[in-house]
C-alpha cells in the first residue's frame, strides 16, 4: 500500500492498538444492553483485526513500514504459544474418556481434509483459484485459516509466516476465517438449548459428563487464586525464558538443515520461524507435566491471550479492509469447507454415541479455540466452561503441527 501515513512512530502506533484492544474488552464485557446486543451480533475479535485495520487502510499509518508485527509475532507469540500450552492436562483430557478425545479429533481431521477437498470442489466451477504460488495464492490464504481452525490466532499467524502468506489475501482470509466459524458457533449454540432432547433421542452415553462437572468444580476450588507480582514474574520468566531459547535453536538448526538437507526447503525446515514455533510447542507441551503447569492457577494462560491479542491487533493493522469485496469466492470456499467439518462431526457422533457436549465443544476447540469453546461448553453448563478450555489448549498444542499438515496438501493442489 503506498501512502505517507500519518503516525510512523511505532510507541505511538502501540499505544493506539492498546486503546482500541482495551475499548473492545471493555464494552464488550459492559452490562450496558446496547453493547451486549451489538457483540451478539459483531464478534469481538472481529473488531480486535478490523479496527487497527481502518488504521492502515486510511493512511493514518502504514502496516508495512511499521515495525511492530515483527516484535509480536517474533516475541510474543512463542511466549503466548508457551503460556497457552503449558497447562495442558493429558491426562485430564484423557479422563474425559475416549468419546470427546474422539470428537476433538475427528474434528481436526474434518479441518485437515475439508480445506483441499472445498478447494477442489469450488476449482471445478472457478478454475482460476488454483495455479498461483506468489504470496497472494489462494492456497497461501487457505493455510491460515487451518491454523485458525484448528488451533487459533497464534496458528493462524504461525501459518502466515510459515507460508508466507501474502497481507492481501490474508484480508479477506480473516473475514471468511472469523464470519464463516461465528455462523457455525450460532448453530451449536442453538443445538446446546436441545440438548438434552438430542441426547435421548441418539442414545448418548451421557454420565461421563456428570462426573467431569463434579471434577472441574473441585478443580477451581483447588488451585484458581488471584495473582501476586511473583507469580506474574514467574509466568514471564517461563514464557519469555523459553523464547529466548526458541530463537537460539531455530539460529542454530535452521542453517544445518539449509546446508545439508536442501531438499527439506518445502517441508518449511528452511524457515527459522517454523523451528521457533515447533521449539516454544513442544517445550510447552513437556512443562505441562511438570509443576510449571501450576502457573495456570495463576492466570497463565490469561498473560499468553493478552499477547496473542496484541499480534491479532498488529496483523490487523497490515489489513487493506477494501480486499473484502474479492471475498465472495473464498467464502464459498470456507462455506464448504465448514459443511465437511461439521458433516463428519455429526457422523462419528452419531455413530459413537457420543453427547452433544463432545461434538460441540470438540468441534468448537478446534474452530474457534480458547476464545469461543468455553462458550459453548458452558451453554451447557457453567461449571463445563473449563472443558472447553481444556481442549481448545489441545488445539493449540496440536493446532501448529495440523495446520502445517493441511497446508502442505493444500500447496500440493493449489
Known sequence: ME?????????TILGLLALMLGAVFYTA???????????????????????????????????????????????????????????VDLKAIAGLGWRAVAMFFTGTLGIIIGGPIALLIISTFYPEVIGGNGPDAVWRGLTTVAGSWIGG???????????????????????????????????LLIMSANAKQLDAKAGAETSAIRELQEKVESFQEKHTKIPALPDLM???????????????????????????????????????????????????ITLSFTKARNLEGVGASKVGSAMLYLLIASIGMKMDVTMIKDAPLYFAIGAVWM??????????????????????????????????????ASAFHPSLAPVGVLLAVLGYTVGTFAAWLCGQILQSIG
Open 3 to 11: 501512502h505517507t501515513a500519518l503516525i510512523t512512530n511505532d510507541a
Open 29 to 87: 464485557n459492559s452490562a450496558n444492553s446496547g453493547w451486549q446486543k451489538f457483540y451478539a451480533v459483531v464478534p469481538a475479535v472481529l473488531l480486535c483485526y478490523f479496527l487497527p485495520s481502518l488504521l492502515n487502510t486510511f493512511g493514518i499509518i502504514n502496516g508495512e513500514e511499521s515495525n511492530l508485527y515483527y516484535v509480536t509475532s517474533r516475541f510474543l507469540l512463542p511466549t503466548c504459544l508457551v503460556l497457552l500450552t503449558l497447562s
Open 153 to 187: 490466532g497464534a496458528n493462524q499467524a504461525a501459518m502466515k509466516e510459515i507460508y508466507h502468506v501474502g497481507d492481501d489475501i490474508f484480508s479477506a482470509m480473516i473475514t471468511v476465517d472469523v464470519i464463516v466459524a461465528n455462523l457455525w458457533m450460532a448453530v
Open 234 to 284: 514467574v509466568i514471564l520468566a517461563v514464557g519469555l525464558g523459553v523464547t529466548g531459547f526458541a530463537h537460539l535453536f531455530a539460529d542454530t538448526i535452521t542453517p544445518f538443515f539449509v546446508e545439508n538437507y536442501p531438499e527439506l526447503k518445502k517441508l518449511s525446515f528452511h524457515s527459522k520461524f517454523f523451528w521457533m514455533i515447533v521449539f516454544a510447542t513442544t517445550v510447552g
Open 339 to 376: 459443511l465437511i467439518h461439521a458433516s463428519l462431526m455429526l457422523l462419528v457422533a452419531r455413530l459413537i454415541k457420543a453427547p452433544l457436549f463432545f461434538m460441540a465443544v470438540g468441534s468448537q476447540a478446534n474452530v474457534g479455540g480458547a476464545a469461543s469453546a468455553p462458550v459453548v
